[in-house]
């Protein structure tokens, strides 16, 4: 699992929060596990572990709250292979 988009994300949030069990579809808000440093570690992490920039307007709540909506942001701000 940790070669998929959803893998890293869950490996970097078990690496911080090791005791927690977290699922792909766990409100990591709802569960207390966010505060404004961590929302902050969790845009870097995505930015530069999938090569994306993320843009002012899907700063929103809702795109961070599981591991399952974060893979599908970077899902659609990755950018698309080169045509061979």
């Known amino acids: 699992m940790l070669d998929t988009t959803a893998g890293k994300i869950s490996a970097f949030i078990a690496h911080r929060f090791p005791k927690a069990t977290i699922t792909d ?12 440093l961590f929302a902050m570690e969790l845009v870097m992490f995505l930015e530069k572990e999938f090569g ?30 080169a045509a061979v």
């Open 25 to 36: 579809a766990d409100d990591i808000f709802s569960l207390g596990f966010i505060n404004s």
């Open 52 to 81: 994306i920039t993320l843009p002012n307007n899907e700063l929103v709540i809702d795109n961070f709250r599981t591991v399952t909506r974060m893979a599908e942001l970077v899902g659609r701000l990755r950018p698309e292979p």
